[in-house]
């Protein structure tokens, strides 16, 4: 097994991940919000992205837009590692000669991929969305004593919540932008549109972000929601009502909410993935240069 690529692609999932942090940040408090069966999101705070960040920056300070960025990078040198290790180890499992890949095999390894590396690295996704959702001005939530408290009040249980949707839309986002990627690339080249350089991975990793907006959006919010729920008061007598199943609770929030509930954060979605695609596929191509220079 070849060991590069999950070299190169940690260091590029942490690349692409602090660079387009709080986008995602607002991209969660977008999400959450307006949840009927939760009395604590009901209230609609934030008209857009842009009126997100600025309301953010302004009532809680700058630095809460980089709530969870500690375990964020922590996930995404973990995830990201796997997600990019596994999907050029399952591609060469299915296919031997890069030259003899098809769009279906490359789906298939990047769902792959997602759903598994997805699954692992949960507990940092549930805690970085944790810190994402808290609304304290001028606090500077700290990593550890946040999953302490997590962990404390919860149990394993809770720092696998939301495991479920968490790796259907990684599967999606990994089996569409992994090959849409490739695919891509290759058609810029084959063509000879333009040649292996920069301006070939910025135009294929922009149409990879936007391909993998569009896929997962409804389970996106599906899994910001179920992450973020645990002890609620809610509506309903005040009884404890928790989303059973991404299936439940993309169907509760189309039955309060309406259809586009589900693309709820679709601007902040599409606006992160895509750069955050860029970031991470033109990281990516550079790590990979640099380390044929320098691994054996």
């Known amino acids: 097994m070849d060991y590069k690529p999950f070299i190169y692609g940690g260091l590029a999932s942490m690349t692409a991940e602090l660079g387009t ?5 607002t991209k969660t408090r977008l ?6 069966i939760d009395t604590k999101q009901t209230s609609i705070r934030y008209r857009g992205m842009l009126h997100a960040f600025l309301r953010i920056t302004k009532d809680e300070g700058f ?10 990078l922590l996930r995404q040198a973990t995830y990201g590692s796997l997600k990019l290790g596994i999907y050029h180890s399952v591609k060469r499992k299915l296919v031997k000669d ?9 789906i298939a390894a990047g769902i792959i991929a997602g759903a598994i590396s997805s699954a692992i690295c949960n507990p940092t996704d549930v805690l970085k969305i944790r810190m994402q959702a808290e609304y304290k001005s001028g606090v500077q939530l700290n990593m550890t004593k946040s999953f302490r408290k997590m962990f404390s009040d919860e149990g394993l249980r809770g720092l696998y919540r939301g495991v479920g949707p968490t790796s259907q839309r990684a599967a999606v986002i990994a089996g569409v932008e992994l090959p849409v990627y490739d695919s891509a690339k290759r058609f810029i080249l084959d063509k000879k ?13 922009a149409i990879a972000g936007l391909a993998g907006a569009i896929a997962s959006n409804p389970i996106d919010v599906a899994k910001t929601r179920m992450m973020n729920q645990r002890n609620l008061k809610v509506k309903s007598n005040d009884s404890q009502i928790l989303y059973r199943s991404a299936a439940h609770c993309i169907t509760m929030t189309m039955r309060t909410e309406g259809f586009f509930a589900l693309y709820r954060g679709f601007i902040p979605n599409f606006a992160r993935l895509c750069p955050w695609n860029i970031f991470f596929f033109m990281a990516y191509e550079q790590y990979k240069n640099i380390g044929r220079a320098i691994l054996p």
């Open 98 to 106: 890069s030259k003899d890949e098809t769009l279906y095999y490359n």
């Open 193 to 205: 549109l333009m040649g292996d350089h920069p301006g070939t991975h910025f135009v294929a990793s």
């Open 63 to 72: 630095r809460a837009l980089f709530n969870g960025v500690a375990p964020a």
């Open 21 to 25: 942090f709080p986008i995602d940040t």
């Open 31 to 36: 999400q959450l919000q307006g949840q009927v």
